[in-house]
């Protein structure tokens, strides 16, 4: 398997602009995470979902994020509109759910910059 | 919810020494604690686990040991090597809730030759 894919790697973006960052699982996974890491504030659980549904968004700032997971191989976090606070590393990370150990696989990430 | 304290926020050895980071947590029914790595720039990646049902653990130089009446755990790392250099981040996990994982706030572990 190839791991847990994010995209993009790298954005830079200007404040107000809209960002979508996108993962797939690892095939078979059924609990997906996505985390928010800086160095202030380490690394956060924003939001994490089991079998395609949201069970906990209570990490998710505001209003301004948002995280669906129409199918088992996608998810999505977005930012409307974008701040200059919101740069950092955003993690996606897939486990294989209640039936598992709750080892996390995690992606490269995607380092997002909002000028 | 579940808070995982991490000590030290950093850590410098020579090489060949022993690393020693320690986390505590605060809701008993957390049942999996993961440790994992995360070297410049990479993502983190697990190097040990321990469940509740075990006092301790090891896995060649790398050694985890957990006290479930102190809510605490510890990593040990013997005979440091430079590879060995980067952030650590202890979790705790309660499985019911499908894997989530509280993570402390990391340790820079520096090795140097």
């Known amino acids: 398997d190839a791991g847990v894919i994010q995209s993009p790697r790298h954005e830079v973006t200007e404040m107000g602009q809209e960002v979508t960052l996108r993962c797939k699982p690892i095939?078979?996974?059924?609990?997906l995470f996505w985390y928010r890491q800086t160095m202030m504030r380490g690394l956060e659980l924003l939001i994490y979902f089991n079998n395609n549904v949201p069970i906990d968004d209570s990490g998710m700032p505001e209003d301004r994020f948002s995280a669906k997971m129409p199918n088992a191989s996608f998810s999505t976090l977005k930012i409307q509109p974008s701040e200059p606070r919101d740069s950092a590393v955003y993690f996606c990370?897939?486990?294989?759910?209640?039936?598992?150990?709750?080892?996390?696989?995690f992606g490269e990430g995607s380092r997002l910059t909002v000028l | 919810g579940e808070n995982v304290e991490q000590h030290p926020s950093t850590l410098s050895v020579q090489e060949g020494d022993s690393a020693v980071i320690k986390c505590t947590y605060s809701?008993?029914?957390?049942?999996?604690f993961p440790w994992y790595k995360q070297e410049l720039g990479k993502r983190p990646q697990l190097i040990i686990d321990?469940?509740?049902?075990?006092g301790e653990k090891k896995d060649q130089r790398i050694a985890v040991t957990l006290n479930k009446t102190a809510k605490h755990f510890s990593l040990h790392i013997t005979e440091t090597q430079p590879e060995d250099s980067a952030v650590y981040f202890c979790a705790a996990t309660f499985n019911t809730n499908a894997g989530k994982s509280t993570f402390g706030d990391g340790t820079t572990l520096t090795v140097k030759p």
């Open positions: 809701d008993s029914a957390s049942n999996y």
């Open positions: 990370a897939s486990s294989l759910g209640q039936a598992s150990t709750g080892e996390l696989f």
């Open positions: 321990i469940r509740s049902n075990v």
């Open positions: 095939s078979g996974h059924n609990s």
